[in-house]
């Protein structure tokens, strides 16, 4: 059975920093390209990041980013712990969603999301 399992939201004030972390079980982890998207109430999930699937298990992969964060957002992988990580930092008031963690290889999965705030 397939799981993606996020944590690591909360609320923080503007300029501040969160470490969001998504934990996969069920899978070979370093097979699967890991993305983060994020979703507000009636409207589309957006894509975040996508970090490539790895060659090794001590590699890590290529990482993309959406233009809105951009510089702000790092996407990193840890093939050992089966985990990745969404490092994000400057946060402001339009990154308030809820993030969700995706494998993407042969098939794709979801996790179940988890909620960050960005309020003063």
């Known amino acids: 059975q397939v799981q993606l399992v996020e944590s690591g939201g909360g609320l923080v004030q503007p300029g501040g920093s969160l470490r969001l972390s998504c934990a996969a079980s069920?899978?070979?982890?370093?097979?699967?390209?890991m993305a983060w998207y994020r979703q507000v109430p009636g409207k589309q999930r957006e894509w975040v990041a996508t970090?490539?699937?790895?060659?090794?298990?001590?590699?890590?992969?290529?990482?993309y980013y959406a233009d809105s964060v951009k510089g702000r957002f790092t996407i990193s992988r840890d093939n050992t712990k089966n985990s990745v990580y969404l490092q994000m930092n400057s946060l402001k008031p339009e990154d308030t969603a809820t993030y969700y963690c995706?494998?993407?290889?042969?098939?794709?999965?979801w996790g179940q999301g988890t909620q960050v705030i960005v309020s003063s």
């Open positions: 069920g899978i070979i982890f370093r097979f699967f390209d």
């Open positions: 970090i490539s699937s790895s060659d090794t298990i001590s590699s890590g992969g290529s990482d």
């Open positions: 995706k494998a993407g290889g042969a098939s794709v999965y």
